[in-house]
């Protein structure tokens, strides 16, 4: 394992961490909302690593990445956009896929408005939102994030720790295991919730990036997500032309870490189509 220092967006330090082949087909794994690199292990501790050249980072605001004050740091998509290129650029990535959980979608649809697709190979949008105002609440975004917003966002520590473990028990359609849990609990809970609040000020819909995607993209979707929901899935496959889905079944917000095995099957084989489109 590497660990790197990129210099992102507004010259913003992102912790970066690298796995695998220097040599092999790319992939950056992009967490969500309140989320952190750790989320990704069932990917860098797997077999994915002896076949490709994984990379994972923290989002700004989260983790060990620095966390600026001014909230248009968040709440603008440039920002955002700059940080994926310069991990792209810094890192000699060459044509990664990008896969994107929750938030991320925003966050992969701010990078190609800004800098297009020619320097990726495809993405692979997992439980991932692409909308994000007032009419997607209850119809795209569900219950299990509108429901725990106010208290992440609150600036009542209790009221974080109580919305923030609700919200990681809802991310997944069965519990985890119990140290599988606390970690998460962690890493979560270390997010400033004014970083959470910036996060969701946002109007975002990215349907002009959806419609003008030309490299593959596969939609991987739990349909017992109540993150979000089943119906942003659909939004996905009916806006993008060039999307299939992988629908898990009895599966919450997190089929990579649900079904881990399934997932990473399936990511290679995209990666490996991607690869060679």
Same mark, same amino acid.
């Given at each position: 394992?590497?660990?790197?220092?990129?210099?992102?967006?507004?010259?913003?330090?992102?912790?970066?961490?690298?796995?695998?082949?220097?040599?092999?087909?790319?992939?950056?794994?992009?967490?969500?909302?309140?989320?952190?690199?750790?989320?990704?292990?069932?990917?860098?501790?797997?077999?994915?690593?002896?076949?490709?050249?994984?990379?994972?980072?923290?989002?700004?605001?989260?983790?060990?990445?620095?966390?600026?004050?001014?909230?248009?740091?968040?709440?603008?998509?440039?920002?955002?956009?700059?940080?994926?290129?310069?991990?792209?650029?810094?890192?000699?990535?060459?044509?990664?896929?990008?896969?994107?959980?929750?938030?991320?979608?925003?966050?992969?649809?701010?990078?190609?408005?800004?800098?297009?697709?020619?320097?990726?190979?495809?993405?692979?949008?997992?439980?991932?939102?692409?909308? @994000?105002?007032?009419?997607?609440?209850? +119809? %795209?975004?569900?219950? /299990?994030?509108? #429901?725990? =917003?106010?208290?992440?966002?609150? !600036?009542?520590?209790?009221?974080?720790?109580?919305?923030?473990?609700?919200?990681?028990?809802?991310?997944?359609?069965?519990?985890?295991?119990?140290?599988?849990?606390?970690?998460?609990?962690?890493?979560?809970?270390?997010?400033?919730?004014?970083?959470?609040?910036?996060?969701?000020?946002?109007?975002?819909?990215?349907?002009?990036? @959806?419609?003008?995607?030309?490299?593959? +993209? %596969?939609?991987?979707? /739990?349909?017992? #997500?109540? =993150?979000?929901?089943?119906?942003? !899935?659909?939004?996905?496959?009916?806006?993008?032309?060039?999307?299939?889905?992988?629908?898990?079944?009895?599966?919450?917000?997190?089929?990579?870490?649900?079904?881990?095995?399934?997932?990473?099957?399936?990511?290679?084989?995209?990666?490996?189509?991607?690869?060679?489109?």
């Amino acid at each position: 394992m590497k660990i790197h220092s990129v210099i992102g967006g507004g010259d913003v330090k992102l912790h970066v961490r690298e796995w695998g082949k220097a040599d092999a087909p790319a992939i950056l794994f992009i967490h969500g909302w309140s989320q952190n690199h750790l989320c990704w292990r069932k990917q860098y501790e797997s077999v994915l690593a002896d076949a490709f050249r994984l990379v994972a980072f923290d989002l700004r605001g989260h983790g060990m990445s620095e966390a600026p004050e001014a909230q248009q740091q968040y709440t603008e998509p440039k920002p955002w956009a700059d940080d994926i290129a310069a991990i792209v650029g810094q890192l000699g990535l060459n044509r990664p896929v990008l896969v994107g959980w929750s938030y991320a979608g925003f966050i992969i649809c701010d990078y190609v408005r800004a800098y297009g697709q020619d320097a990726i190979a495809g993405v692979n949008f997992v439980g991932a939102a692409v909308t @994000l105002d007032r009419a997607a609440f209850g +119809v %795209l975004i569900g219950p /299990g994030f509108l #429901d725990h =917003v106010p208290g992440a966002t609150a !600036g009542d520590f209790l009221s974080n720790v109580q919305a923030i473990r609700e919200f990681v028990q809802g991310c997944t359609a069965r519990p985890l295991p119990r140290d599988e849990y606390e970690v998460a609990l962690c890493w979560n809970i270390v997010v400033a919730p004014t970083v959470r609040a910036a996060l969701v000020t946002r109007a975002i819909n990215s349907d002009d990036v @959806l419609t003008m995607l030309e490299r593959p +993209v %596969l939609m991987t979707q /739990g349909r017992s #997500d109540t =993150v979000i929901l089943p119906a942003m !899935g659909d939004h996905i496959l009916k806006t993008c032309p060039t999307s299939t889905a992988s629908w898990y079944p009895e599966t919450g917000h997190a089929p990579f870490i649900e079904d881990s095995s399934r997932f990473n099957r399936e990511l290679a084989d995209f990666v490996r189509k991607a690869a060679t489109s």
